[in-house]
């Protein structure tokens, strides 16, 4: 259930409550008994659990050849090279 943010226009009290989205707005204020209004609240942000979400989804794979890299030394080969690390 959401939460939502309330604002007395007569005594200024500002609370919270938990109610169902399809509930009625509150209208009276449980401090003075005034007329309420609901707030409009920033929300809540999203947030990212879990490992793998950007390595498996997002990452961009490279270029495993070195002759797309081009070679810096004569020893460099497609699997790889020990001399320049590429």
Do not use: W
């Amino acid at each position: 259930m959401p939460t939502y943010d309330y604002e007395c226009e007569k005594c200024g009290h500002k609370f919270e409550i938990f109610q169902s989205m399809m509930a009625e707005k509150l209208k009276k204020c449980p401090k003075c008994g005034g007329k309420v209004r609901r707030l409009i609240g920033a929300g809540a942000g999203i947030i990212f659990k879990g490992s793998g979400f950007y390595a498996t989804d997002y990452k961009k794979k490279e270029n495993k050849t070195a002759s797309s890299k081009g070679s810096s030394c004569s020893t460099c080969t497609p699997k790889g090279c020990s001399t320049c690390k590429k």
